[in-house]
């Protein structure tokens, strides 16, 4: 750690998520990867409940935080590569206009681009802006999204396209995304969750 550092974490002392990733690399991150089957197309790849893995993602959603993007983008990079699937088209899970004009960037945009994963980011569009799903009953969540997502641009059947968000807890965003692309057209869609 250089002086510099030392000398600004004395006078602005850094957040205890951030303090966590920078210790992190992506090695030790590695052996935290379990990829699981939230719903039969849906897989995430961490448990969320691990403080590193916490961490990671409160800083990337919240801190716009390139370590922790960078370590999250590897690891997706990873699984796709393992998995054979770096061809598919990749769609991040789009914010609320209000919710990326207070943030200024889409979270899952950042850990794709850091991982050099070619995205297309308006082909799924949010037609208004939902209560965050974390405030709402598992029970509430599928309400809370009918309708909010709509497809922009052409559907090719012979496409895979992988729907990515961030977190998961009952799948209900990448379900609605993955039932609009559908709709729209796509026979082949998965979603993936950086963390469950």
């Given at each position: 750690?250089?002086?510099?550092r030392?000398?600004?974490?004395c006078?602005?002392?850094?957040?205890?998520?951030e303090?966590?990733?920078?210790?992190?690399?992506?090695?030790?991150?590695?052996?935290?990867?379990?990829?699981?089957?939230?719903?039969p197309?849906?897989?995430?790849?961490?448990?969320?409940r691990?403080?590193?893995?916490?961490?990671?993602?409160?800083?990337a959603?919240?801190?716009?935080?390139?370590?922790?993007?960078?370590?999250?983008?590897v690891?997706?990079?990873?699984y796709?590569?393992?998995?054979?699937?770096?061809g598919?088209?990749?769609v991040?899970i789009?914010?609320?206009?209000?919710?990326h004009?207070?943030?200024?960037?889409?979270?899952?945009e950042?850990?794709?681009t850091?991982?050099?994963i070619?995205?297309?980011?308006?082909?799924?569009?949010?037609?208004?802006?939902?209560?965050?799903?974390?405030s709402?009953?598992?029970?509430?969540?599928k309400?809370?999204?009918?309708?909010?997502?709509?497809?922009?641009?052409?559907?090719?059947?012979?496409?895979t396209?992988?729907?990515?968000?961030d977190?998961?807890?009952?799948?209900?965003?990448?379900?609605s995304?993955?039932?609009?692309?559908?709709?729209?057209?796509?026979?082949?869609?998965r979603?993936?969750?950086?963390?469950h």
């Open positions: 750690m250089n002086l510099a030392i000398f600004l974490d006078i602005f002392p850094p957040r205890k998520t303090r966590i990733t920078r210790s992190l690399s992506v090695e030790e991150v590695r052996v935290l990867l379990s990829p699981i089957s939230v719903t197309h849906i897989t995430a790849l961490l448990p969320y691990t403080p590193q893995v916490s961490a990671l993602i409160r800083e959603k919240f801190k716009d935080n390139a370590h922790a993007q960078k370590i999250l983008g690891l997706l990079h990873d796709l590569k393992k998995e054979e699937i770096l598919a088209v990749f991040p789009p914010l609320s206009s209000v919710r004009k207070a943030r200024g960037y889409n979270q899952v950042r850990v794709l850091s991982a050099g070619p995205y297309v980011p308006s082909l799924l569009l949010r037609t208004r802006d939902t209560v965050p799903q974390t709402l009953r598992a029970s509430h969540r309400t809370n999204l009918k309708d909010a997502f709509k497809v922009q641009g052409l559907i090719d059947p012979n496409c396209y992988i729907v990515l968000d977190v998961s807890t009952t799948g209900a965003t990448l379900i995304a993955i039932e609009t692309l559908t709709t729209a057209g796509a026979v082949k869609v979603g993936i969750t950086l963390a």
